[in-house]
């Protein structure tokens, strides 16, 4: 019998959210259901290029701090940390990582994605800038890249902090590259020889909602609404009116991935659970692309708040105003929280959603199994 293939994901598999958890389970399911042999890489995570005021030395405590700053309940903020600081610990056994970091493992292929595995030109210490994420150094007889994305990173800013050179010369080393938005395969096709395929996000790509079992029926016996953010996203104006729109419609407000003043619970649970809770959720209002992806895998009636990058400050418009428009559900889209009554007055027509993804699904299978 012949050995199966092994096949590496480097992916954002240790960020400690349920985005980066669930993209790379969906990446492994999917390349597990072709027969090979998967296991997660990891990279040497350094210096992020852009220094802010919480990279100091207690990263940590800084970020704790920053929690507090927020005007969500104290309850929740206290939830909240909790929540983060024990999720390692329960949910990285699931998806079969080890305390002890997997550096350069000799594969056959080498995947780097999905996520925001090229947005290096950022602040956060968590991930740093690697060129391991470009495949530096890497042991695999071969590199592809699955729906990788350069996120807010662009060539403007890669000029700035003079990384162009470096990252187009990995670049010109891969295989083949798949880009998850067009402001990464843009970025590829300036500053390399690669042409660029697109593909679905593997929350998308991998069907939860029918394949997976671990996703739980939650028992609830209230309406609620839900709302998907990380802590401080939601300002204060916000969450006033979040509030106000919830009492009119008699649903109570749960938070998801973050603690937010208008929510009147907080919801810690498992990645499973999310779409569990998903499933069962009236409406949702998120304003980050995972929070999205969930709601139109569940089927629910959502809305988009839409973040402007200006200059290092996190922007997500480039993400998200991609993601929709592939899925043709621009009119999800905001800027201003008081649309959020027009926007979920309207029905989303999901026949054309599935469709969509139906045809992105099978081209996603193309991929991996040309491409692995």
């Not at 220094?51 to 100091?56: A, L, P, Q, T």
């Not at 029905?347 to 045809?359: F, P, Q, S």
Request: glycine share 4%; net charge positive; aromatic share 10%.
């Amino acid at each position: 019998m012949m050995n199966k293939k092994k096949i590496g994901i480097l992916s954002m598999q240790r960020i400690k959210n349920y985005g980066s958890f669930l993209q790379a389970y969906g990446l492994k399911k999917l390349i597990e259901e072709l027969g090979y042999e998967v296991q997660y890489v990891d990279y040497h995570v350094e210096e992020p290029v852009i220094k802010d005021s919480i990279n100091g030395k207690n990263d940590k405590i800084s970020k704790a701090l920053k929690t507090f700053e927020g005007d969500a309940p104290l309850v929740q903020k206290f939830q909240y940390i909790i929540h983060k600081k024990n999720f390692g610990k329960k949910y990285y056994p699931v998806l079969g990582l080890t305390e002890e970091p997997n550096y350069s493992p000799k594969l056959d292929t080498l995947v780097i994605g999905s996520d925001e595995v090229f947005n290096c030109i950022q602040s956060n210490k968590n991930v740093g800038y690697s060129l391991e994420l470009f495949g530096k150094d890497n042991k695999a007889n071969k590199l592809i890249t699955y729906a990788a994305s350069f996120g807010n990173t662009t060539v403007e800013k890669l000029e700035k902090y003079n990384k162009k050179a470096e990252i187009s010369e990995l670049l010109n080393k891969f295989d083949k590259i798949s880009a998850r938005d067009s402001n990464t395969g843009k970025i590829v096709e300036k500053i390399s020889n690669q042409r660029v395929v697109y593909n679905l996000d593997p929350v998308l790509a991998y069907d939860y909602m029918n394949k997976c079992d671990e996703i739980p029926d939650i028992d609830v016996n209230e309406k609620y609404i839900i709302v998907y953010a990380y802590s401080n996203r939601i300002s204060t104006d916000e969450s006033k009116y979040i509030k106000k729109f919830a009492k009119k419609n008699n649903l109570k407000v749960y938070s998801i991935g973050g603690a937010q003043k208008c929510a009147d619970k907080f919801i810690d649970c498992s990645p499973f659970e999310v779409l569990g809770y998903f499933k069962k959720a009236e409406m949702v209002i998120t304003d980050t692309f995972h929070g999205s992806i969930f709601s139109i895998i569940a089927k629910r009636n959502f809305v988009t708040l839409v973040r402007r990058s200006v200059e290092n400050a996190y922007g997500n418009e480039e993400k998200l105003t991609d993601l929709l428009e592939r899925l043709k559900l621009t009119d999800r889209i905001t800027y201003n929280i008081e649309d959020i009554n027009s926007i979920l007055d309207k029905k989303i027509n999901y026949e054309k959603v599935e469709k969509i993804l139906k045809e992105q699904r099978e081209i996603s299978k193309k991929y991996l199994e040309e491409n692995l």
